[in-house]
């Protein structure tokens, strides 16, 4: 009995399955106070927004704490800020009425960023093509040995290539309110994954003509 080693490759491409939507409000004043006071106001206005134009219940927002800190400028200013995000599935044109809001309204950042979702799930699939690809190869070179493969010894895995991140995609508000369908095409994410696999062979048995 003997041993062949060989890798297998393969990379598969996925799309993307959820939106992350991160907003920021801010506000700015000479007063510590009244940037605070307007900063909790805007916060108060922007969550109405998102209640009563675009149905997103205050419950499913996630909150961070607020930020209040002297201007960068240090011209004895204060500034506010208040970050929040939003989970949504990764479909454009169910966030577009969202985003057409978000893109009136001065005192509001806010970024998009695309994920893909059950990762282990997607890389195991693709690991399943990486081992059918060794042994696809496995099984022509041993033909081509006068062997046949007959099981694994052991199998070595790399994991190197995950799906890449996919870097946020900036806006600030525009004038002319285009929706956000309009900028964007959801990302695909490339899986890749890398085996080495070392399968035991024997010689082929030879085939008896009848007599």
């Known amino acids: 009995?003997?041993?062949?080693?060989?890798?297998?490759?393969?990379?598969?491409?996925?799309?993307?399955?959820?939106?992350?939507?991160?907003?920021?409000?801010?506000?700015?004043?000479?007063?510590?106070?009244?940037?605070?006071?307007?900063?909790?106001?805007?916060?108060?206005?922007?969550?109405?927004?998102?209640?009563?134009?675009?149905?997103?219940?205050?419950?499913?927002?996630?909150?961070?704490?607020?930020?209040?800190?002297?201007?960068?400028?240090?011209?004895?200013?204060f500034r506010f800020e208040k970050r929040m995000s939003l989970r949504l599935s990764a479909d454009l044109a169910g966030v577009e009425e969202i985003v057409a809001a978000l893109?009136?309204?001065e005192y509001l950042r806010y970024n998009v960023r695309f994920e893909l979702e059950d990762e282990a799930g997607k890389a195991a699939a693709v690991m399943e093509a990486a081992l059918a690809d060794s042994r696809k190869k496995a099984d022509q070179i041993a033909g081509a040995l006068g062997l046949t493969v007959t099981g694994v010894e052991s199998v070595l895995c790399d994991t190197a290539g995950a799906a890449e991140e996919n870097a946020p995609v900036m806006f600030k508000a525009r004038s002319d309110a285009r929706p956000l369908a309009a900028d964007l095409k959801n990302p695909t994410f490339p899986v890749s994954r890398q085996v080495d696999v070392t399968w035991l062979t024997e010689p082929k048995k030879a085939r008896h003509a009848d007599p």
Do not use: N
């Open 103 to 105: 893109e009136q309204v």
């Open 1 to 77: 009995m003997g041993t062949i080693r060989i890798r297998g490759t393969a990379e598969l491409t996925f799309p993307a399955t959820r939106l992350i939507l991160s907003v920021t409000v801010t506000a700015e004043d000479a007063s510590s106070a009244q940037a605070l006071r307007a900063g909790r106001e805007r916060t108060e206005a922007f969550l109405r927004l998102m209640r009563d134009e675009c149905g997103v219940e205050p419950g499913s927002i996630l909150f961070d704490a607020e930020q209040l800190e002297s201007s960068y400028r240090d011209d004895g200013r």
